[in-house]
């Protein structure tokens, strides 16, 4: 395992904050942004004395390079961020679809570019994508989409940042994340009832992959589901 710094780019909250709260907590430098610069510096002094927080708006990549111009020394870049977007073609709302497909698209390469010359020739890539690009549910219709492209960019950054490794982490419905932790009983049943292993993936375990395929040395250009079977079914 590598010594450099860990950016984590949507670790103030969920699942790229306990990544992030894993690194720290192992002594390594960790960088976690947010869109905002106040909130930013809030979580990283939560999460420990060596973090830096740092806020920009992925939706806007152009002013992503000037935020990120201090980084040095990269190994591993998290690309954890979401602004969630409900959307369906018979009821398109255009902005909220512009700004997530901008923010995880072009906002999560443009972070790339811009840490391109602070990566260490092993430094790694996690995209984060999700399940919801095989198994889309009502309003997910931007939120597949996405998913299905980092798939597509997966393979791409495999090519143009050789010999650096990218890799992909799709996770089903995380239970215990912010993001569903409080969903109503019937809505959790009906999930437990569709997963092999008889209840929702967690944080840890999302962790743990997400930690395999930044380290072992040997993965690149993986799409990992982290679903307890959910697709078996
Ligand atoms: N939770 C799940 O069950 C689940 C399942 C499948 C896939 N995923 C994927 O896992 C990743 C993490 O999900 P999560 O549920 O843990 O996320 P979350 O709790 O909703 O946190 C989202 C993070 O993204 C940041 N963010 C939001 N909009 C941003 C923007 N426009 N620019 C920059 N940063 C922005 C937030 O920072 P601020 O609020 O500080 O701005 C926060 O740190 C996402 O990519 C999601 O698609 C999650």
Redo the contacts with the bound molecule.
Sequence with gaps: MGTGTVVV??????????LAQSYADEGRDVV?????QA??ES?AAEIGAATRGI??????PHAIAERLADVADVDYVV??????DTNSVADYDIAGAL?LVT??LV?YTEVVHALLPKLRPDAAILI?????RDRPYPGSTT?TTV?GAVTSLVRTLVIELAPRRVNA???????D????IDMPPERHQALVSRTPIGRL?T?AE?VGACRFLLENQAINGINLSVDGGWMCM
């Excluded at 806020?55 to 806007?60: I, N, P, R, S």
């Design positions: 780019v949507g670790g103030t909250q969920g699942l790229g904050r306990e976690v942004t947010g869109r905002d909130r930013a979580a806020g920009f708006d992925l939706a806007e690309l954890a961020a979401i602004e969630r700004r923010l995880k906002g984060f994508g999700g399940l919801a939120v998913n982490i799709h996770p089903a419905i995380v239970g994340s912010p993001q569903w993936v944080m999302v």
